[in-house]
């Protein structure tokens, strides 16, 4: 058995290869590991046990607006991808095709879902017919494929986990209020349940989702200086709508096309909060959606079976029956040393020590994860004290994540103080554009980083474009990326 110090030494430290660091707390954490097929990972129990803590309470926001779940198919016609061109276009270099089945060559290609815009609106078409029927809103819980190249565990793999919302309006202003509406929705997601804090707003014309009129993200800073895309809301317009025939019969008796949105979200936020919030020993849960929340460790010393194990049970039972997500580590193979590093390592908030000294003083000892700081807490006023510590672990994590996002935000009023940021510290950094695709182009080629989004409120100071030097009509961040 390694020991207690080895078992933490094996995760390579966050400062040194931060890369490196990623992969091993991911694997190490048991969160997901590689698959025998290039490019695809396995997510294994403690890994979905995160996706379903932050998949569940997303789930709930989309009902209580009004949306409901349904399926659609995985393999969708080549014909029905190419109804709309500039969709077909933007996705075809990521798209794993069927050509046989059942032994037999198919008529017609099938591509394995990259997105269901398209299978999804042929449906749409058959059952959009009265303005009675509107608005449609519908979000479907799948996989989806797309053959990446470059792959990195549960940020980019060639199938992944997502959700894909599909609403159908009567009038453009209602889809535009929809589409900012679940933009809300993932933002909420974010800093309330991972307490992720995120920047809202819409992507530029080369950034957008095809085949949408308009884009908006919610995008993360992540402690390399990268920037995340977690969640998209795009505003279809009448695209898919004239491409697939979806047409309603208005108050008026007149034929119209319908407006549609899409917006999507997946196990990538699985990976943003790994990134964000841990650190050399490993993970750092949020409480809202750590699998275990607190974790028992008896002190394994004299005869603690018979004194020390029946109280830590007594309280498990108690913890667990106020509601707590908690695990009684009363395994004898390991020392209460090295159980400590295991469950720093897994990221559990907060972690309750009970030995014999705490049993004559009737007392547990909580430890937190996020800063290590000790606490002691009579038995009789744990069930209250332990969720007041989840709270404020969760919002000092969110605090802690903010500053860093804020104290890497940065003005470039001039293209020589962009190059110079993006060369050092990197981050966010906050611009005047003037518009133009060719000045966008430029900082993609000479520094790979891209405008994250248009902010939504633009800022005053930055009246001219970063790049020409013409007026800004814009401002925007350009960040490298993930």
Known sequence: MAADNDFVKEI???????SAWYVDVVRKAELADYSPMKGMMVIRPYGYEIWELLRDPLDRMFKESGHRNAYFPLFIPESFLKKEAEHVKGFAPEVAWVTSGGGEVLEERLAVRPTSEAIICSMYAKWVKSWRDLPLLYNQWANVV??????????????FLWQEGHTVHATAEEAEEETLRMLGTYRKLAEEYLAIPVVTGRKSDSEKFAGAVRTYAIEMLMPDGKALQAG?????????????NIRYESKEQKLEYAWQTSWGSTTRLVGALVMTHGDDSGLILPPRVAPIQAVIVPISAGNWKETVLPQAQKIFSDLKAAGIRVFLDDRDAYTPGWKYADWEMRGVPVRIEIGPKDIDKQQVVLVSRLDRKKSFVPWGTLRAELPRLLDQIQVDLYDKAKAFRDENTRDAGSYAELQEIMAGRRGFVRCGWCGGVDCEARVKADMAATIRVILDTPETGLGKCSVCGKEASHTVLFAKSY
């Open 146 to 159: 797309r053959w990446e190249k470059v792959t990195r565990l549960f940020l980019r793999t060639t199938e």
């Open 12 to 18: 390579t430290k966050k400062s040194v290869d931060f």
């Open 232 to 244: 998209t809301s795009h505003n279809l317009g009448q695209n898919f709508a004239k491409a697939f």
